[in-house]
């Protein structure tokens, strides 16, 4: 009697704890479809922001094709939702890059641009601008974004070599990430002495991160590169589970830790050198969109990993917006309203206690 009484127990407990993993399952997927609405709704309100005030009305009127004056459809179609999708995509892509750098590297302060992406960027985007230098046969209009690119992309492709040579150790990417971050600053600095008063002005312009040259062609190649690693990234979603919970405990588990770092810095190295290359350098929404998201869906990646491109479009539409309205009249470029955001955020996640 006593072993049947045992036994029913054990299958009652087993059906609570299964019961609460499935609660806690269903909550998680709602919570990020609750992100996905709050991003359409970014979107939306970044649509309807601007100095000539259009109503909603009139927005969706000129989205869905429905007749409006001439000068509603231009500030709708080639003013606003450029530079709203933009946003949306270049913080989808920030934040996604910082969740998986983040996990790879085990250090939750790390963003693609703590690692020398920004500063690698901005040289290129000077080596363009001020020597005249860029990929030969490309349009002039592509030439930063292209510099920009390839020089991101070369950072990054450092600390995946030294990711391969050192069996995928965290400590040598970091450390070579600090000292490709102060060589760019400085052959950076270089450039900008060198440079004339014009293309000096627009190097600091680039610099401050700006949604207002944002392009189509510009949205469909982010888009593209977003829908093309975000698959992959969920797919290594269990193997980055266990990888959070440490190395030997990944390893334990019969993951192959190193290729997994390696396949994820290369993930990073794409999205984040397109986005840097597109819009110029926006700080802090790598590191604060997946630590938000992870207050609200925990570490599990099958749902961090939606979670943080949605929180990451989020608070790059909502910047969009602020750069708008902050001071009336003027455009703000949208890096500095993400630096004077994200800062707080940073220097709270310093002094918390366990980070």
Not at 162 to 168: D, N, P
Not at 187 to 211: H, K, R, Y
């Amino acid at each position: 009697m006593v072993g049947d009484a045992e036994v029913r127990d054990t299958g009652a407990s087993f059906e609570a704890i299964l019961a609460g993993e499935t609660a806690r399952t269903r909550r998680r997927w709602l919570l990020v479809v609750v992100l996905a609405l709050a991003a359409v709704a970014s979107l939306v309100v970044d649509l309807t922001s601007g100095p000539s005030g259009l109503p909603f009305e009139s927005v969706l009127r000129a989205l869905t094709g429905q007749e409006v004056d001439r000068g509603t459809a231009v500030i709708v179609w080639q003013v606003r939702l450029p530079v709203a999708l933009m946003a949306l995509l270049v913080g989808a892509a920030l934040s996604l890059a910082g969740a998986e750098m983040q996990t790879v590297l085990e250090n939750p302060l790390a963003e693609p641009f703590t690692l020398g992406v920004s500063a690698s960027a901005a040289l290129g985007a000077g080596v363009a601008l001020v020597l005249g230098l860029s990929l030969p046969g490309l349009p002039p209009v592509w030439a930063v974004s292209a510099n920009a690119f390839v020089f991101a992309m070369g950072a990054l492709g450092l600390l995946q070599l030294a990711s391969r040579l050192r069996g995928g150790g965290t400590e040598v990417v970091i450390l070579l990430g600090i000292a490709v971050n102060f060589t760019a600053g400085a052959l950076l600095a270089l450039v900008q002495f060198v440079a004339s008063p014009d293309a000096l002005q627009q190097l600091v312009f680039w610099t401050m991160g700006s949604l207002a040259g944002a392009r189509w062609d510009g949205i469909v190649l982010l888009a593209a590169l977003l829908a093309v690693c975000l698959p992959f990234s969920l797919r290594a979603s269990w193997r980055l589970t266990a990888l959070r919970l440490g190395a030997d405990q990944a390893r334990a588990f019969g993951f192959d830790v190193a290729g997994l770092r390696r396949m994820a810095l290369l993930r990073i190295s794409v999205l984040a050198a397109a986005a840097v290359s597109l819009v110029g350098v926006i700080g802090f929404v790598g590191l604060a969109g997946p630590h938000i998201a992870r207050l609200a869906v925990g570490e599990d990646h099958r749902f961090l990993l939606p979670a943080s491109v949605f929180t990451g479009a989020v608070l790059m539409s909502l910047a969009s917006v602020a750069s708008k309205l902050l001071v009336p009249g003027i455009l703000l470029p949208v890096g500095i309203v993400t630096s004077l955001v994200g800062l707080p955020i940073f220097v709270a996640l310093i002094l918390r206690r366990g980070v």
